[in-house]
């Protein structure tokens, strides 16, 4: 509930176990609480909310879902034609396909750069809401004191090149011309990002302010890491003063390996860390932000592609490794989308349920659980 998130956000040790999921499974949804997702949107994700005991939530929906696009197939977004939706789960996923520089010259040619034109609201990204800050109130207003909504910026500052360029354009113009695409791109993605942090940091009652980068792939950085250190960093910290000014917590969040970037990450003043495992190893999670916020570590594809055994031993195995570090929350940071077997769904917040995240009576007449043999039983918060 949010006043475990609140503790926790203070360092003090919660009733319970915190979690944050992004939902978007519709057989979960509807299993634990007898609504459909598409008739009542949002009393279904408030009472799966409440059942599944997800503290930290992003998806907090005013209205009903539209039909989602059958499975298998894929369609134009209705409002934005540059994005084609492919099915998800309850709601679809987008991908851009029409990009508005088609060489890295393109980038140099257009005025469509500057701090006034970029328009962060007509990106279709993961995150689902904007960061205004009216939608922010609505959305802590009909949350209440079921969780804390986190509104995040998706695209800080390495990510307006992903999203507005395309990988392709955004790494042949970087690379060509570093010092032009740091003053003709960078420089008014900061200085938009900056504007949007304002608004957010001012508007949100959350201590925390979340941020997302998408710095590098599974294997570790797209650039060398000096590029990161001459052009993404120090822009950081100018993005970052709002928040800073306020008060908030930064949570940085991202796929891919990020160990290389975690010393600079704190050195910047982040205060959490919301990462991909294994993608980051544990271990280097822990080094670096043991004694800070870590949220994570459940492995996506093994939560989707292993037994239900396999996925209940996980999350005994990460409970015994984390119990000690106040700051951390379990999640799946990958998300819960409509392609995790069912039956690897009931194993994962049983599971959770016996660790002390989920109540024990989220969803009743289930299976008996696996036995938790060799670890440590608990009925709230971490031991």
Not at 23 to 41: F, K, M, P, S
Not at 314 to 327: E, K, N, P, T
Not at 341 to 353: E, H, S, T
Request: aromatic share 10%.
């Amino acid at each position: 509930m949010k006043r475990d998130v609140l503790a926790w956000g203070e360092g003090r040790r919660p009733e319970k176990v915190v979690s944050k999921e992004t939902l978007n499974h519709r057989g979960i949804i509807e299993l634990v609480g007898g609504i459909d997702v598409y008739q009542d949107t949002v009393a279904a994700y408030r009472e799966a909310y409440k059942r599944l005991g997800i503290d930290i939530i992003n998806r907090v929906p005013l209205v009903n879902a539209l039909p989602p696009t059958p499975s298998g197939s894929r369609r134009e977004h209705p409002e934005h034609s540059d994005y084609t939706l492919l099915p998800l789960g309850v709601f679809d996923t987008a991908i851009r396909h029409k990009y508005p520089c088609q060489t890295p010259g393109d980038v140099w040619n257009r005025d469509v750069f500057d701090i006034d034109s970029l328009d962060y609201d007509r990106l279709v990204v993961p995150v689902p809401h904007s960061c205004r800050g009216d939608d922010i109130q609505q959305r802590e207003e009909a949350l209440g004191e079921i969780g804390l909504y986190y509104p995040m910026l998706y695209t800080t500052l390495f990510m307006w090149g992903v999203e507005t360029l395309g990988w392709e354009q955004f790494m042949l113009a970087a690379m060509s011309n570093p010092t032009g695409f740091y003053e003709s791109f960078l420089v008014p993605c900061a200085r938009k990002s900056q504007q949007i942090i304002d608004e957010v940091a001012n508007s949100s009652c959350s201590p925390f302010l979340f941020i997302h980068d998408d710095l590098a792939d599974s294997r570790g950085p797209v650039f060398r890491p000096h590029w990161y250190d001459e052009n993404i960093f120090p822009l950081y910290c100018e993005i970052l003063k709002p928040a800073f000014a306020v008060g908030k917590k930064i949570v940085f969040v991202a796929d891919g390996n990020m160990t290389v970037f975690l010393p600079r990450l704190r050195e910047i003043g982040v205060s959490g860390i919301m990462f991909e495992n294994p993608a980051t190893p544990l271990e280097a999670v822990i080094e670096h932000f043991g004694d800070a916020f870590m949220i994570g570590g459940i492995d996506t594809a093994k939560l989707t592609f292993g037994t239900p055994k396999e996925v209940q031993r996980m999350v005994y195995d990460l409970f015994d490794r984390m119990s000690g570090f106040i700051g951390f929350a379990i999640s799946s940071c990958g998300g819960l989308h409509g392609n995790i077997p069912m039956d690897n769904l009931i194993a994962y917040f049983q599971a959770r349920a016996d660790i002390g995240a989920t109540p024990k009576d989220w969803m009743p007449h289930i299976p008996s659980p696996i036995q938790h043999s060799g670890t440590k039983q608990s009925t709230g918060g971490f031991l």
